[in-house]
């Protein structure tokens, strides 16, 4: 398996730009998570999925965020519109299912919103 | 609710010299508890896992960890490092009764020198 695939891994918009980004679990993966990574708040939780269902968006910051889940091989993360403090590596992982199972982690879009 | 505290931002170590990254949490309900690392500009990866049982965890590239209820401790231990160990660790904790919500750490450097 080619593991979680995320594209762009870079993206440099301007504010007010929409930005999407784009995930590709693993196969047979039923839990899809979505991470934001920044050097101010660490790693955040913005939203989990499982059987392509949102389960916890808590941690989605404000309404321009908004995340799909459409099937099961892919996922996106919307920010409409954007800002600088947008700025950040955002990750996407997949696990089997059960809280106790590994979770795969994607490479990463590093984010930057001018 | 949980947290995770680890207690050295950055720890730099000598080749061939033996490393150990501390790790506390509290939780008012039973957790699993995690490694990750982060090699630079890549996804995590896990490196062990505590679900039950035996307190010692061996993980992969020579990393253990113990876990120690009483001190609500998870620390992570190598023996003898490499330079490729250089990287970023995170700790993590998930309740066991969650579909999976990782809280992590705030992550510790180990930069390792010749």
């Known amino acids: 398996d080619a593991g979680v695939i995320q594209s762009p891994r870079h993206e440099v918009t301007e504010m007010g730009q929409e930005v999407t980004l784009r995930c590709k679990p693993i196969?047979?993966?039923?839990?899809l998570f979505w991470y934001r990574q920044t050097m101010m708040r660490g790693l955040e939780l913005l939203i989990y999925?499982?059987?392509?269902?949102?389960?916890?968006d808590s941690g989605m910051p404000e309404d321009r965020f908004s995340a799909k889940m459409p099937n099961a091989s892919f996922s996106t993360l919307k920010i409409q519109p954007s800002e600088p403090r947008d700025s950040a590596v955002y990750f996407c992982?997949?696990?089997?299912?059960?809280?106790?199972?590994?979770?795969?982690f994607g490479p990463g879009t590093r984010l930057t919103v001018l | 609710a949980q947290s995770v505290t680890q207690l050295d931002s950055q720890v730099p170590v000598f080749e061939e010299a033996p490393v150990e990254l501390r790790c506390n949490y509290s939780?008012?309900?039973?957790?699993?508890l995690f490694w990750y690392v982060q090699y630079p500009n890549q996804g995590l990866q896990l490196l062990l896992k505590?679900?039950?049982?035996?307190?010692l965890v061996k993980g992969i590239n020579g990393f253990e960890a113990e876990f120690n209820k009483s001190q609500t401790s998870f620390h992570l231990r190598k023996p003898s490092v490499h330079i490729s160990d250089t990287a970023e660790y995170f700790c993590?904790?998930?309740?066991?009764?969650?579909?999976?919500?990782?809280?992590f750490g705030a992550g510790t450097q180990v930069v390792v020198t010749p």
């Open positions: 992982a997949s696990s089997l299912n059960r809280g106790q199972d590994e979770q795969f």
């Open positions: 196969s047979g993966h039923n839990s």
């Open positions: 999925f499982n059987n392509n269902v949102p389960i916890d």
């Open positions: 939780s008012s309900v039973s957790v699993y």
């Open positions: 505590y679900l039950s049982g035996s307190t």
């Open positions: 993590a904790v998930s309740p066991t009764d969650s579909w999976g919500k990782l809280q």
